[in-house]
């Protein structure tokens, strides 16, 4: 079992709301993603961090921003949630230098914006 | 652009058959690709990975193999079990530095009594 953890599992707000994604893990990883997946899609890369005070835009555009204050954290925030927002948002980590591309994901966030 | 796709979304086979899922990828660059396992309500977890300089790798009940010169990976699961039942996803890596694994549509396994 990976070490990373995702807070809340379920969400459903209402428009307009700021919500913030949660996100940790415990193996010291450099590395973070941020990834959405809606249901029975693949996953698009929206935000990733390489370090403190690392973060990158993924390759899906994305109205969420994202932070890397300690390295165990990577917080996704939603200033102002809408509908379009509904989805389910995976975290994962992996380790720097390794040379294999395993990642480890979270359970996952799913979100519903009314 | 580049991207991984999946022939089939739902592939249905009986418990103790083997199944074979297979994935097109059309990023001739990629050198590693990746096997994910994705059950109901969580995240992905890794299966079996293959680097390019490879045709074949296998793991535990699972087999990869990378056709390149059709730009195909396909994983196979002999015996398959009820627990196989799942979303598997094939992934690339199109830059070993980053990290960033391109994803492609899923497959359902759906395992049969």
């Known amino acids: 079992e990976a070490d990373i953890y995702q807070t809340p599992r379920y969400l459903v707000i209402g428009t307009g709301k700021k919500i913030t994604l949660e996100c940790s893990q415990t193996m010291g990883h450099d590395k973070m993603y941020w990834y959405q997946q809606d249901p029975g899609m693949e996953l698009h890369l929206i935000h990733y961090?390489?370090?403190?005070?690392?973060?990158e835009k993924g390759d899906l555009s994305s109205e969420s921003t994202v932070s890397r204050i300690r390295t165990e954290h990577f917080p996704l925030t939603l200033e102002s949630a809408r509908p379009s927002h509904t989805s389910q948002y995976l975290c994962?980590?992996?380790?720097?230098?390794?040379?294999?591309?395993?990642?480890?994901f979270g359970e996952g966030s799913r979100l519903t914006v009314l | 652009g580049e991207s991984v796709g999946l022939h089939l979304p739902t592939l249905s086979v009986q418990e103790g058959d083997n199944s074979i899922i297979n994935c097109a990828y059309s990023n001739s660059a990629s050198d590693y690709f990746i096997w994910y396992k994705q059950e109901s309500g969580k995240g992905p977890q890794f299966i079996i990975d293959i680097r390019s300089n490879m045709d074949k790798r296998q793991g535990q009940r699972v087999t990869v193999l990378l056709n390149k010169t059709v730009k195909h990976l396909s994983l196979q699961i002999a015996a398959t079990q009820p627990g196989d039942s799942a979303v598997y996803f094939c992934a690339e890596n199109l830059n070993r530095e980053t990290d960033k694994l391109i994803f492609g549509t899923g497959t359902r396994l759906q395992v049969f009594p």
């Open positions: 961090s390489y370090g403190v005070n690392s973060t």
């Open positions: 994962a980590s992996s380790d720097r230098g390794f040379d294999t591309g395993e990642l480890f």
